[in-house]
């Protein structure tokens, strides 16, 4: 439980239940144009999210720009998609028009559909909370408490283990289970997944976030390891706006006009 010295939360609060994340891992639709597929992030697939799922419930979004890296596993944008509950996501995602053309989008920066050789595909999926196992591909979080990410600390890591990804998943069950049972009393809110051989993680801290990344006990290639930085997004998906300066190595936390609790 969160500490009881534990600082105020806002008055415009909306914690949510730690699997009420879409939990994202973006491969771009072509690695050859990667300052165009940065440009349209900032410029439009970041900010029209915001703006569209706002709307729809999402109560916290949390974009990362990853870096290039040699290991094809590693995402070119990760993002915490957080929403009042998986059932208005269900609802609102499909049952909506606006709900349903910006899933549209994804198609035109993304690679989406079945895996190929070489070539990842985006995913998009709920954590559910680490028990016994720590499946490649499966999101994670580790506490249940209930949490808005959009207000407090947040920082996320991307690492590459130079080895096995079953020995990789080994290492990090048996490290999030040690500190499930011991975490920092700052720390309430991380969710993890491990692709392959790389681990991603984001942490949401009631203070500052911690300046040293989690060590689960295998030497790690560190990719992207940062705090994230507030934005501020233009309401209105019809005003003259020219988005936001994406960069590789930039993690977001992006405030938006939220619908009230």
């Given at each position: 439980?969160?500490?009881?010295?534990?600082?105020?939360?806002?008055?415009?609060?909306?914690?949510?239940?730690?699997?009420?994340?879409?939990?994202?891992?973006?491969?771009a639709l072509d690695r050859t144009q990667m300052d165009a597929f940065r440009q349209a992030l900032g410029a439009t697939f970041i900010p029209i999210t915001a703006?569209?799922?706002?709307?729809?419930?999402?109560?916290?979004?949390?974009?990362?720009?990853?870096?290039?890296?040699?290991?094809?596993?590693?995402?070119?944008?990760?993002?915490?998609?957080?929403?009042?509950?998986?059932?208005?996501?269900?609802?609102?995602?499909?049952?909506?028009?606006?709900?349903?053309?910006?899933?549209?989008?994804?198609?035109?920066?993304?690679?989406?559909?079945?895996?190929?050789?070489?070539?990842?595909?985006?995913?998009?999926?709920?954590?559910?909370?680490?028990?016994?196992?720590?499946?490649?591909?499966?999101?994670?979080?580790?506490?249940?408490?209930?949490?808005?990410?959009?207000?407090?600390?947040?920082?996320?890591?991307?690492?590459?283990?130079?080895?096995?990804?079953?020995?990789?998943?080994?290492?990090?069950?048996q490290a999030a289970t040690a500190l499930q049972k011991n975490r920092p009393a700052s720390l309430d809110g991380c969710i993890l997944i491990v692709v392959d051989?790389?681990?991603?993680?984001?942490?949401?801290?009631?203070?500052?976030?911690?300046?040293?990344?989690?060590?689960?006990?295998?030497?790690?290639?560190?990719?992207?390891?940062?705090?994230?930085?507030?934005?501020?997004?233009?309401?209105?998906?019809?005003?003259?706006?020219?988005?936001?300066?994406?960069?590789?190595?930039?993690?977001?936390?992006?405030?938006?006009?939220?619908?009230?609790?």
């Amino acid at each position: 439980m969160p500490a009881s010295n534990a600082p105020t939360a806002p008055a415009d609060s909306q914690p949510v239940a730690p699997d009420s994340v879409r939990v994202w891992r973006g491969y771009a639709l072509d690695r050859t144009q990667m300052d165009a597929f940065r440009q349209a992030l900032g410029a439009t697939f970041i900010p029209i999210t915001a703006q569209v799922m706002g709307k729809l419930g999402l109560t916290a979004y949390l974009p990362a720009i990853v870096p290039g890296d040699a290991a094809q596993s590693v995402p070119d944008e990760i993002a915490l998609i957080w929403y009042r509950s998986q059932a208005e996501y269900q609802q609102n995602a499909s049952g909506t028009t606006a709900g349903r053309a910006y899933q549209k989008l994804h198609a035109g920066v993304f690679v989406l559909g079945p895996p190929k050789a070489g070539q990842p595909s985006s995913v998009s999926t709920f954590p559910v909370l680490l028990k016994d196992a720590c499946v490649s591909g499966q999101p994670y979080h580790l506490f249940t408490d209930a949490v808005d990410w959009y207000h407090g600390a947040s920082d996320t890591f991307v690492g590459v283990f130079d080895g096995d990804g079953a020995k990789l998943a080994a290492a990090v069950l048996q490290a999030a289970t040690a500190l499930q049972k011991n975490r920092p009393a700052s720390l309430d809110g991380c969710i993890l997944i491990v692709v392959d051989n790389v681990l991603i993680y984001w942490r949401h801290w009631q203070g500052a976030a911690s300046a040293g990344a989690w060590d689960v006990g295998l030497p790690l290639r560190t990719v992207l390891a940062t705090s994230a930085q507030v934005v501020h997004i233009n309401p209105s998906e019809y005003a003259s706006y020219p988005g936001l300066s994406a960069k590789a190595g930039q993690f977001f936390n992006v405030h938006f006009q939220r619908l009230s609790a």
